[in-house]
């Protein structure tokens, strides 16, 4: 599974996989600066544009990437607005950013309202990049934002 390794990369820690859109911009920059409890566990940025055995899993679930990041913890799949709560769950709350992160999205309910709304303005920012899309599912039709 390609991606960059978060951590010390410690042997018997769990690995907690991030797939997300390296393109976006924003999206990047947040999974740049999101962090989680060293409680046992590497976090690992995938880049969903990039083939990997986790995209092979995601996109068997029937899940598309171009509609929300995915956080795979311990063999479970959490999508979109899921994954940005859990991952506030997770969060390590060291700085400001993380702080903040925690307390926007630990809230499972002000996740599912805002994370929509935060899809939609990164649409909007790669159509005006021009870059395509990911289309996972392969939908005929499904290439530009």
């Given at each position: 599974?390609?991606?960059?390794?978060?951590?010390?990369?410690?042997?018997?820690?769990?690995?907690?996989?991030?797939?997300?859109?390296?393109?976006?911009?924003?999206?990047?920059?947040?999974?740049?600066l999101v962090?989680?409890?060293?409680?046992?566990?590497?976090?690992?940025?995938?880049?969903?544009?990039?083939?990997?055995?986790v995209m092979d899993e995601i996109t068997a679930k029937g899940l598309?990437?171009?509609?929300?990041?995915?956080?795979?913890?311990?063999?479970q799949v959490f999508y979109g607005a899921d994954a940005i709560h859990e991952l506030a769950l997770m969060s390590r709350q060291s700085?400001?950013?993380?702080?903040?992160?925690h307390w926007t999205f630990k809230s499972k309910?002000?996740?599912?309202?805002?994370?929509?709304i935060l899809r939609g303005c990164r649409n909007l920012i790669l159509k005006a990049l021009r870059k395509s899309k990911i289309n996972n599912l392969e939908?005929?039709?499904n290439a530009r934002f």
């Open positions: 599974i390609s991606g960059l390794v978060r951590g010390a990369g410690s042997m018997g820690k769990e690995e907690v996989l991030l797939v997300y859109d390296k393109q976006c911009p924003v999206c990047h920059g947040y999974c740049q962090q989680i409890r060293d409680g046992g566990a590497n976090l690992r940025l995938v880049d969903a544009r990039e083939s990997s055995e598309d990437i171009d509609q929300g990041m995915v956080l795979k913890k311990g063999g700085n400001a950013f993380s702080r903040l992160n309910r002000v996740s599912g309202v805002i994370y929509p939908h005929e039709g």
